[in-house]
């Protein structure tokens, strides 16, 4: 039972990891809106963001996956 409760602990400690690695991406994408760059600097802000996301969704796949395995 022990074991469990300190599974749940690790993964809640995981998820907010996640969640907070989400929330500083929004606060970057907001960061690169109030710039004024060029066209070209724009998209590669745009390509930026696009692979911190895709980033942060396979360590979230990743979490999810992990504790799915240890439950069972």
């Known amino acids: 039972m ?31 809106e109030r710039l004024e760059v060029t066209y070209l600097r724009e998209v590669q802000q745009k390509i930026l963001i696009l692979n911190l996301e895709k980033y942060a969704w396979s360590l979230q796949n990743y979490i999810i996956e992990k504790y799915k395995k240890e439950k069972n």
């Open 2 to 32: 022990q074991t469990l409760k300190n599974q749940d602990l690790e993964w809640a400690q995981d998820w907010k990891t996640i969640v907070d690695i989400f929330y500083t991406i929004d606060l970057l994408k907001a960061q690169f």
